[in-house]
């Protein structure tokens, strides 16, 4: 499937080399997103099965392919700018103890809890300093933003962040990956939020047609204004959505110091169906944060235009 390409040139500069390492769903969509990049060509695909999905997309569109894994990142005669880890927590160590020589950046999708927890919202809209970037979990790029401007604006004393994604499009790595799935987003929960009481919940629905992917933000808030909290939610949904245009407040309910905030996130994407919007935020935010990378390599400054501004 080719995927049109609005690349543009980038005066003066040249765009970030990046590699991705898997093939499966999340690295196909990956690809399709560097894509249409200006900032970001891909130069190498790498995964473990030559007949993989990804590898034909990537080579389909172009793009250098291998089957030998993270062996032929390290081979290749000069690092890359950025490598995206679309496989699993427990890879992501051995890949960053292999890469952290190298002087790459190293974004983790995967939730091993590695490198250095990046939310944009969150975290600002410019290149981390960090060698190794985590972006913690699907749920945790769709609650945290709200996490943290509530308890930033509000004396939240408990948070719960439930996530529902269809089991369709949960592969293998997620599967094997729930426990650290919780543990990283809890984590993240409190660290951005300030919050000691959280909590993570994740949720495979079997439903047909599959449902689109929602997480449902939890707060206990004494003295909770629901006007005030509306107020908050909308502004810092329409911050994800520069992004991530999929992201959509569906529901903020207030019933005395109980508050819901429930969000849907549709995939906007070629190679991902709507549904899978858990897969989009991750990978959205991934792709700001290398072409934020890439916009310090070519000395550029101010903040990033990112492909759901253009």
Known sequence: MTVPSPRAEVTGTRPARVAVIGTGVIGQDLVGKIHRSPLLTCALVAGRNPESAGLRLAAELGYPTTADGVAAILAGPEPFDVVFDATNAMAHAEHWRLLQHTGTLLVDLTPSRVGRMVVPTV??????????????????????????????????????AVS???????????????????????????????????????????????ATFRTAVHAVIPGADA??????????????????????????????????VSVEVAAVSAVLPRYAGNLDIIDSAAILVAEQHAARLAGASGPVVTEARR
């Open 164 to 210: 529902t994604v269809a089991s369709t499009i949960a592969g293998r790595a997620t599967r094997l990956n729930l426990d650290e799935y919780v543990a990283t987003t809890q984590h993240a929960l409190t660290a951005f939020s300030g919050v000691r009481d959280t909590k993570a919940i994740l949720n495979i629905s079997p439903a047909v047609p599959p």
């Open 227 to 260: 006007a005030a909290i509306r107020a908050v939610v909308d502004q810092t949904a329409g911050q994800v959505q520069a992004f991530a245009p999929g992201y959509e407040v569906t529901a903020c309910s207030v019933a005395g110091d109980r508050v819901v």
């Open 123 to 160: 975290t600002g809209m410019r290149a981390p300093e960090e060698r190794n970037v985590s972006l913690i979990s699907c749920g945790g790029q769709a609650s945290i933003p709200i996490a943290h401007a509530l308890a930033a604006r509000f004396p939240v004393e408990y948070l719960e």
